[in-house]
């Protein structure tokens, strides 16, 4: 049984160690550090020396606001993955496996071509959620092409290529679009690696799904209304999310122009915030509402990190920095999802989202005036 605990440091030391034992690509590795050091950074800000689960959980949560582990980015399931591998060597003194998914078999004829494809996009550093999604695709074009009788993809031709274009058809717009692409990809690898003689990649069909018309992204008064009072303001994480959400909701800033927000950006004197939009380089003056300034009063007061900086918003655990737009979302989303709020598919749910309330809130003439 395992059960010398190990301090932080040592502990990614021997993680490092083990990892390059099981044959973890240096390129694989350096995924974790960043992770890594910013554990390291939030336990030294605790005070505590070994990790345990719970710990790991609570990192996970503050600091990339990661509370429920469905359907998560590629991005936020390393910061999980790189989470999980310590702990579990912490408790157990092994690097445990994920779970294996079921390894994708194509047609004889083309197994070997294929599976040469897919490892080749894995040594390129491509996620293994993606290959996944290729290895169906990829899959279902295999069994079309031996119900067309080919025995060898060097017959590959444009009859086929339309042909199997022609097949999916009836699925979503989603699928659709990432099956193009994905055989764009497939076409290119034969075509370099002299498997065939042309690059069938540019006869594959353009579908226009990044043109088409999008979900209307407005929220429901209600809807921001059970957002706002959803909010815990009575932790320093609560007080800064509250006061970034009322900018979006209230002002319609845009997330980079939260982010970039300075104190010279607040007139008090005159109630209004000045600035210079981030997007169209347009100086604008808004209204420094009542609730808003209330709001940023007591993020100030007892909550921003005491630190020498001239932007208002910043991250709560070392290392302090100015927020990020990509943060702001997640906040964003994650308060929507503890309040309820159902999130139509393909509808924005960041602060961008909460701009088009801003109309239904206050006169444009009251909002923006533009020098």
Known sequence: MHNQYLE???????????????????QRLKKFIPTWNKLKSYMEKKKIAILDSKTGLDFLEEVYEITIFKKLTSSKMVHVRAVNILTDYQLHGIILAKAK???????????????GYID???????SENTLWSYAIYLDRFSDY???????????????????FSNTFLNYSPAVIHCTL???RTFFHYLYHQKIVSKDFAYIVPRDGYRSRVKVPSAYSKEDVKKLLSSIDRGNPKGKRDYAVILLAARLGLRAQDICDLSFGNLRWETNTIELVQSKTGESVILPLLEEVGIAIIDYLKYARPDVRTNIIFLCLVPPIRKLEAPTLHSIVTLHMRRAGIKIQVGKK???HALRHYVECYIMVSEAVIVR
Request: charged share 30%.
């Open 145 to 163: 092409l031996n119900s067309q009788n080919v025995c060898d993809i060097r017959y590959l031709d444009n009859r086929l290529v339309l042909g």
């Open 349 to 351: 749910h960041g602060p």
């Open 120 to 126: 080749f996009k894995r040594n390129e550093g491509i």
């Open 101 to 115: 998914r079921k390894i994708h078999t194509y047609r004889p004829q083309f197994q070997e071509i294929f599976q």
């Open 181 to 183: 692409c994905a055989l």
């Open 8 to 26: 932080i440091n040592e502990l990614i030391t021997k993680v490092k160690e083990e990892l390059k034992k099981v044959q973890y690509t240096d």
